[in-house]
DNA sequence: GTCTATACGAAGATAGAC
DNA sequence: GTCTATCTTCGTATAGAC
């Protein structure tokens, strides 16, 4: 009895993990395939729509777990504890990583792969679930979704350029100035 | 008699554009060719380092173009100005792509290539630049320096998001939070 | 500086056997 | 579901002629 946890949920993980470490380009089914140590001959079994079909799926995949994240905290109604736990997850990424590893969403973008018309859903959904917690906390909903929206780009921003200077600190600098401007906004 | 303008510096410019346009994996030496026009023969004459040559110096090229803009703008001694010239920058990058096109630095770092080392340098500069705006205003040294990368985080985070929903919005929503948030640092 | 030819490897995808 | 060809295209790099 074939369980879950067979060769195609290994290889859109796989998948996942080298959108983060090495970018769209270098994500082949190739490299999949000696990443994740599934068999050759099923590819097109698991995958009929080849590479295209893996790479949406590892997309969808890492875009919901992250959904998930922020929509959990999110239902707190304390948008300070949906922004700590999205943060909190990048740096857990990037120390794990050695500052190797990012964002697959943001991988897809930059290479203008084929999966692009998913990444702008995702990030759509995370900035759904942001503004959710803003407005929980009585912000006007135009206000609550440009800070959402913000507070996304800014970390993800942040998360290259801790890759490119192999150092935690525009991650911090991010943390840091964000936290000053929600003492401002969140003023009730 | 040669001019400046050869085949090397539409090699350079191509491959900019390119990694702006398809990231670093789509960034050949085939392609490079076929966009700038430039003849096959003489690829490892004027690139004897080869492909990763190419890149750097496309790296290079991107970003002391950018850099050049920020420190001149900062010598004004407002940091608003600043700001406004690296937005503005990337707006027209944005409009005049259609989208398609981001920050080629961003590029090489999330596809973890070689010029990755050039990367660091690069948003170095950029910070430092900013910084100094910041500082000419009366800001701590710190304080500046936090604000600056925040900044250009922010930025580039939020191009990368205008081109995944195919829209001006997360910039547009970057611009007006970076203000906000001005309102208050830079208060005297 | 620019050309052609060539070697070599990696990649996507398909066909047909088991 | 998995295997082994096989085809085709693309990409890097080198050699040697002009």
Chains 1, 2 share one sequence.
């Not at 068999?39 to 295209?52: I, L, Q």
Request: charged share 25%; aromatic share 6%; with cysteine.
């Amino acid at each position: 009895m074939p369980r879950k946890s067979d060769a195609h949920e290994r290889m859109v993980r796989s998948a996942a993990t080298l959108l983060r470490e090495h970018g769209a380009g270098a994500t082949s089914i190739d490299r999949v395939l000696a990443h994740s140590g599934a068999p050759r001959g099923s590819v097109y079994h698991h995958f009929p729509g080849g590479r295209t079909q893996l790479i949406e799926e590892a997309v969808a995949l890492a875009g919901d777990f992250v959904a998930g994240l922020i929509e959990a905290a999110a239902r707190t109604g304390d948008p300070s504890v949906a922004i700590d736990k999205f943060v909190s997850l990048w740096r857990k990424w990037l120390a794990d990583s050695d500052f190797t590893a990012g964002c697959p969403i943001v991988a897809v973008t930059v290479a203008n792969d084929d999966s692009v018309r998913l990444a702008g859903g995702v990030f759509g959904r995370w900035t759904d679930g942001l503004a959710a917690a803003f407005g929980a906390h009585g912000l006007p909903d135009a206000r609550a979704r440009r800070l959402a929206m913000f507070v996304i780009a800014a970390v993800e921003g942040a998360v290259i350029m801790c890759r490119a200077e192999r150092s935690i600190e525009p991650l911090d600098a991010a943390t840091e100035e964000i936290h000053e401007l929600l003492v401002h906004a969140l003023r009730t």
